[in-house]
């Protein structure tokens, strides 16, 4: 139905910078949400940024200034640019998408998930 895959993680020292990208594929017509959530193992999965179709980004206070989400809603892609990343920031990061409205203008009624990509923030 829908896929999304990943790309972009990898080790950086804390102060740097990563740029994450996410590709939605499928039968799909439009996305209402698209956005990243990361997850450390024991922790429960955290809202990193999310961005409607309309382009109002929504970001978590832990990375606010520090990261921009960015969507291409045409060809349904989202980024996630991190800068001034810290050694707390490392996770496996999550694509995320909802509101998925399929090609005959129904929607899925689910939200969907890439297999995540880690980010490793260390000296």
């Known amino acids: 139905q829908v896929q999304l895959v990943e790309s972009g993680g990898g080790l950086v020292q804390p102060g740097g910078s990563l740029r994450l990208s996410c590709a939605a594929s499928?039968?799909?017509?439009?996305?209402?949400?698209m956005g990243w959530y990361r997850q450390v193992p024991g922790n429960q999965r955290e809202m990193v940024a999310t961005?409607?179709?309309?382009?109002?980004?929504e970001y978590a206070a832990s990375v606010l200034g520090r990261f921009t989400i960015s969507r291409d809603s045409a060809d349904d892609l989202v980024y996630l640019d991190m800068n001034s990343l810290k050694r707390e920031d490392t996770a496996v990061y999550f694509c995320?998408?909802?509101?998925?409205?399929?090609?005959?203008?129904?929607?899925?009624?689910?939200?969907?998930w890439g297999n995540g990509t880690l980010v490793t923030v260390s000296s």
């Open positions: 499928g039968r799909i017509a439009s996305i209402d949400i």
């Open positions: 961005m409607t179709a309309r382009g109002t980004p």
């Open positions: 995320y998408a909802d509101g998925v409205l399929n090609n005959e203008a129904i929607y899925y009624g689910r939200p969907y």
